[in-house]
């Protein structure tokens, strides 16, 4: 609910707003910080000028109570709207966006949740796939803690199918849900694909949220453009090395968020259009030293709804000392064929569309394994869907809105709203970003925020022009 948290942080009562933003979502300051704000779209502000920076405001809300001294007493404050214990078991596998989303749901709604998680940590992609500059690790975990004080209990280091079986989940839980995402890279076939210094996206990216060693050399050549391309290109040259990004089509079709792409430029990114990889060229010793790209041009429109690149015959040379391939993630093959689940032809697990309920009873999946790679809130909404459902099905009632507290707040459509001009977060100087992991975006202050939530015209009021 955006205009009630927009209207909250108005009347001075940042608390309630704290507690509107995360009964409605859970992974707040993640969001506000990684969100592709499609919000923005349906903004009635846009049709005056901009729309509202309701990202920006959702991340100082969020982090005016995680960051803070007021974290204790407002993580008390969340866990008393947990329902009665119920005394059903459910367990997650999968710690991810979609896993703790539904982990904080059900746990909130009053049943024992255990998640599983392969990693050492909780956190997924948020904590192992997006950049500590984008992303911050201190504040997922802050997260991730007012989630485990609402009741949910963690095993790390565990792997369905390997330490504990399907088998094992049916007999211990009244229900699962299963999360795993998609952290098996799309296959490239190319010729040279396996020399040394050929990586794809997300083990790179992980190799540097460990803090393991990864050599890339002096030129690196990156291949894609989406959000993991570009991060692999921004963290590259925070590691001291030359970025050039390869992309198959134009700019405007790179599906990347487009204020990312504008940062990794600035940021002294390179950026060639119009080529797909053809071959990797080693040296004697079986290293990278060059990439060769096939130039293509613009056919007709695909599925995508965009151009489908078609290659010339020209072929051009680019020297580098490694590749990394960012150019789609997959789910586990072996997992899913040994859940005995019914499967589409992609490999996702096939679930209902409205119960998110797998062919294996009360067995439930949601976020990428099911819709193929996506995005955060796309697969947290999965989550806390399937997080309604799997109660619906244990309780045999709808005590949803039961977890709520009612937020009473104003009412009034603003006629003119005191403030015009967009307030943004101010980003740090290019030469302060690279030459450090600091979190690029700044947030804004507390009287930007103000200026900001007054622009908001109220999309969830109507009045007539005789009122």
């Not at 299963?178 to 794809?200: D, M, R």
């Not at 030129?219 to 991060?231: E, F, H, Q, S, Y």
């Not at 056919?299 to 960012?326: K, L, M, N, W, Y």
Request: aromatic share 6%.
């Amino acid at each position: 609910n955006i205009p009630r948290f927009l209207e909250l942080y108005n009347e001075g009562r940042l608390e309630d707003a704290f507690e509107s933003v995360v009964m409605d979502n859970p992974l707040p300051a993640s969001t506000g910080r990684v969100c592709q704000h499609p919000c923005e779209n349906r903004c009635r502000r846009q049709m005056v000028d901009q729309p509202v920076n309701m990202r920006e405001v959702h991340r100082l809300i969020a982090d005016e109570v995680y960051l803070s001294d007021r974290f204790d007493a407002m993580a008390e404050a969340i866990v008393s709207r947990r329902l009665e214990h119920t005394g059903r078991k459910v367990a997650i596998v999968g710690a991810g966006p979609a896993g703790l989303t539904a982990a904080f749901y059900l746990t909130m709604l009053g049943h024992d949740v255990t998640v599983y998680e392969s990693q050492r940590e909780a956190g997924g992609m948020l904590r192992f796939a997006i950049p500590e500059y984008r992303l911050p690790k201190n504040v997922v975990q802050r997260e991730i803690e007012l989630i485990e004080r609402a009741g949910v209990r963690f095993v790390f280091n565990t792997r369905i199918g390997k330490d504990l079986s399907f088998t094992d989940l049916d007999d211990g839980f009244d229900s699962v849900f299963l999360s795993i995402g998609t952290w098996n890279e799309a296959s490239f076939q190319e010729p040279g694909a396996q020399l040394k210094g050929v990586h794809g996206s997300l083990e790179f990216l992980e190799k540097v949220a460990k803090g393991e060693p990864v050599e890339i050399g002096r030129r690196v050549a990156i291949i894609g453009g989406g959000n993991a391309a570009i991060d692999s290109a921004r963290t590259v040259l925070r590691m001291g090395a030359e970025a050039t990004i390869l992309y198959r089509r134009e700019r405007k079709d790179m599906p990347a968020i487009e204020e990312e792409t504008r940062a990794a430029r600035d940021e002294g990114a390179s950026f060639v259009f119009l080529v797909a990889p053809h071959r990797i060229i080693g040296d004697e010793s079986g290293n990278v030293k060059a990439i060769e790209v096939a130039k293509t041009w613009l056919g007709e429109f695909d599925v995508s709804g965009r151009r489908r690149p078609v290659p010339t015959g020209e072929i051009q040379r680019i020297e580098c000392d490694s590749v990394i391939f960012a150019v789609g993630e997959t789910v586990d093959a072996g997992f899913a064929r040994s859940s005995g689940l019914r499967l589409r032809e992609n490999g996702t697990i096939e679930v209902n569309r409205f119960s998110l309920e797998t062919s294996r009873a009360r067995f439930y999946a949601g976020g990428d394994v099911t819709s193929g790679a996506s995005n955060v809130t796309s697969a947290m909404a999965l989550g806390k869907s399937a997080a309604r459902n799997i109660d619906r099905q244990l309780m045999e009632s709808d005590r949803w809105m039961e977890m709520f507290r009612e937020l009473a707040f104003g009412q009034v459509v603003p006629v003119n709203p005191t403030a015009s001009r967009r307030q943004s977060g101010r980003m740090l100087d290019v030469a302060d970003r690279v030459g450090s992991t600091s979190e690029v975006v700044c947030a804004l202050a507390a009287e930007e925020a103000l200026e900001e939530v007054q622009r908001c015209l109220r999309c969830d009021l109507t009045f007539s022009h005789e009122n």
